[in-house]
């Protein structure tokens, strides 16, 4: 059901917000079925249908948090002021821990997030303030395992890779992993402990109780020293999230991952299907709802962020959500002002 | 000091040129060698790192890299929501990035860090050296945690100022002003001690001979010493504040973030040339590296801009006793 962009700017977001409560989720049904009709198939809230960006609100978004979502949060500013909005969105990167501190004090409007928001931890410090806030989906990464190009490992299991980036691990040739391999010396890039990268390796893949890695991996929190690294040395492995690979393709090799339903390569597609596991992780925003039913430029921005969600993510080089993560993601924004 | 180093130059000159000096054994060669080696290590290794990053950063020197903010869609994602949705390529591109954000963020947090730390350095220091009683205790206590403070690690300042921000009760603290408190304090000592060489370099001679005519303390600090010593204490300010141009953990701690905006005020959010760099440099996209290239060239003209200013100052108002 193609909208003329007319139409569009008539469904503008924001009247039909406050005018259509109960009628929320026909809403949300209308707008996945923009979505889905786009050709190319992964293209959620796709290219030009009817963006609903009303350039006559001003005012100004704080985000801040994971600098592994800044990206895309800092492309969807970009976008917004390059089709005319005025709205001054300032991004910060104090990591998700970071971010999550000041908005849980209500310093930030948004928080980016590469991890969910810890219950335990970080919940209770919102709640204590009165903050209330809704998680957003935004996109997913395929966290990359590469080697060197020449290495002839081309698939690894989950088992596999516990040890060699588990905490308990003692394999130095990759022989020790798994007697198939080449007998070469294995040296490790891993990014640095205080990256939300590290964090998911550590808890979700490798799940030992310290949430630690190996520590006898060199180590660095620029992800391009850790291809240089990667590329420039027999017998090398790391991980760091799929853009890096992407854009290094020529001078690095993926490993495919076996999560017990054979072996699986990093793409777009493996992790937009579900299949790329346990690797492939959920990139976050997380939204202060009396920011957003208070502010109209915090409400412009996040509807004009999650009707354009599949482009944003392409441009900054992620993995736009699938259809049924991107319906759940708009039934969510549209339960804020609820 | 300067006359030690002009003796020896006189020395080595003499002995170079009529090569007759007993001076000229093995071990004084190999003593001269080892100077020269010195030298050159450390010049070769930064002309190597300068010429390499402005060889990366050489395609990107155009006026997009003044004029415009910075941009981090992929140019093949660029060119196509350029198509569809009628938004210049040049808008969107990464092709297209700049550091016009960076770079004024960075001229109005120098200008507020001077106003800030300026007056302050000055007088302090001018109180330790022609009012204060240097045998007190408190006096010496402060003097020996002034040369602490100029090694403290900056990112140490970033949170000082970020709690002087709390308690001055601003909500969001990425502002000029939040970012001008953290630069002001972490070149403060810098600016005390140097400017406390300078007035210790003025001569006795002048103090007394104001004194003698009936000048106050105060009179003769006023109209004689300081202006006396402002080669030195304008020199010393300029090398401070090129430091802290190029400082990015403190203002990241502050917690300066990206704008596409320039600043207009005192209270207006910024964020500065360094920062934008080391994000820039971090990214995985290409075309983005090279621009953080240029972006380095362009800071490091800027603090030779100013090393130039400070240099220049001293020439011109430098006097001799």
Known sequence: ?338 | MSTATTTARAVTTSTIATGKSKDRNLASLIFLGVLWFSLFFGVVVLLALIIDTAIEGSGRFDHYLFTDYEKSIAHEQAQKFSELRGIPVEDLSNHFTGFRGGILGSLWLMITTALLAIPLGIAAATYLEEFADSSTWYNRMIEVNLQNLAAVPSIIYGMLAAAIMGLMGFQFKGIVIGGAIALALLILPVVIITTREALRAVPQDIRQGSLALGATVWQTTRRQTLPSAIPGIATGTILGLSRAIGEAAPLIMVGLAAVQWDPTGFTSKVEALPMQIFRMASSPQEAVQEAASAGIIVLLAMILGMNAIAIIIRNKFQRSW
């Not at chain 1, 709640?127 to 060197?148: C, Q, S, W």
Request: proline share 5%; net charge negative.
């Open chain 1, 1 to 338: 059901m193609p909208l003329s962009s007319r139409e569009a700017d008539l469904l503008n977001v924001t009247p039909i917000r406050r005018a259509l409560v109960p009628g929320l989720a026909a809403l949300a049904l209308v707008l996945t079925a923009c979505g889905s009709d786009d050709s190319d198939g992964n293209g959620n809230g796709g290219t030009g249908d009817g963006n609903g960006l009303d350039t006559s609100v001003t005012g100004e978004v704080i985000v801040d948090g994971s600098s592994t979502v800044y990206p895309m949060t800092s492309t969807a500013g970009q976008l917004m002021k390059a089709e005319g909005s005025s709205i001054e969105v300032s991004v910060g990167e104090s990591g998700t821990g970071g971010g999550f501190e000041k908005f849980c004090v209500g310093d930030t409007d948004i928080s980016d997030a590469s991890r969910p928001i810890k219950d335990d931890e970080e919940v209770p410090v919102c709640e204590e303030n009165g903050i209330e806030f809704t998680e957003l989906l935004v996109a997913t990464d395929a966290l990359t395992v590469a080697v060197h190009p020449d290495l002839a490992v081309d698939c690894l299991t989950v088992d596999e890779l516990v040890a060699l980036f588990g905490p308990k691990s003692t394999a130095t040739n990759w022989q020790d992993i798994n007697p198939d391999f080449p007998d070469e010396k294995i040296t490790g890039f891993i990014p640095g402990t205080d990256s939300g990268t590290y964090d998911y390796m550590a808890a979700d893949v490798v799940g030992d109780e310290s949430e630690t890695l190996r520590n006898d991996f060199e180590s660095s929190e620029d992800d391009n020293v850790l291809v240089q690294g990667i590329s420039g040395t027999e017998g090398a492995v790391g991980f760091f999230g799929y853009s890096y690979y992407e854009e290094n393709a020529d001078t690095l090799k993926a490993v495919a991952i076996d999560s017990g339903a054979g072996c699986v390569e990093p793409s777009a597609e493996t992790a937009q299907d579900g299949t790329y596991t346990p690797l492939a992780r959920p990139l976050f925003i997380y939204v202060n709802n009396k920011s957003y039913t208070e502010e109209p430029a915090v409400a412009e921005f996040t509807d004009y962020y999650i009707a354009n969600l599949a482009d944003i993510a392409e441009g900054a080089l992620f993995i736009p959500l699938n259809d049924e993560d991107y319906a759940a993601t708009q039934e969510a924004l549209a339960g804020i002002s609820g």
